[in-house]
């Protein structure tokens, strides 16, 4: 591999190779070469890793999960030759906002689920009501940086509203036994 360049200051230089294994160590080193011949040293080996940004990560699925939770899962994708160190998961809410959930934090990346409670997602920031549908979009990262977000689900769970639970009837102040 040989660059040539005009007859000014490169401060990068691009090269392109017809092949690269992901995963190997290529080690560079550069020299220059002027109208009096080439440099009488090279610079000090560079070595450069050919690994990449995670692949984006497929639509994930949620489903209801124990009638009162919601389960969110999504696939491992490919690393690039980086191991993953974490993933994003979010939720969006009735606002059309995304938001976290501590209960999805991605910070093992051996587990591609979480669990995540139907009242939560009834509450504050989510606010979502019955018969709304859970939308969630994942993405990874690597040493490098973050892969790009997943395409958010378009169906699957379903938010279900609970009636609550009664209390128990009790006897008025002005109440007998003959006198309701």
């Not at 020299?31 to 070595?47: D, H, I, K, L, M």
């Not at 009735?94 to 991605?106: A, E, F, V």
Request: glycine fraction near 6%; aromatic fraction near 12%; hydrophobic fraction near 35%.
């Amino acid at each position: 591999m040989v660059g040539l360049t005009d007859n000014y200051l490169e401060l990068s230089y691009l090269v392109t190779f017809d092949s690269i294994d992901g995963g190997s160590n290529y080690q560079f080193r550069i020299r220059a070469e002027n109208s009096e011949g080439f440099s009488q040293t090279w610079s000090p080996v560079v070595t450069i890793t050919a690994n990449a940004i995670p692949d984006q990560v497929h639509i994930p699925v949620t489903e209801v999960y124990q009638n009162t939770n919601v389960k969110i899962r999504w696939d491992y994708p490919s690393d690039n030759y980086s191991p993953l160190v974490q993933f994003e998961i979010l939720l969006q809410g009735s606002d059309g906002k995304w938001y976290t959930h501590p209960n999805c934090n991605g910070q093992d990346t051996t587990v591609t689920n979480c669990i995540v409670s139907m009242l939560r997602l009834r509450q504050s920031k989510f606010l979502l009501a019955q018969n709304d549908v859970v939308i969630a979009k994942v993405r990874a990262q690597n040493s490098i940086n973050w892969g790009a977000f997943s395409q958010p689900n378009i169906d699957g769970a379903h938010i279900i509203v609970e009636p609550y639970q009664m209390q128990p009837p009790y006897r008025g102040y002005d109440t007998s036994e003959s006198n309701l």
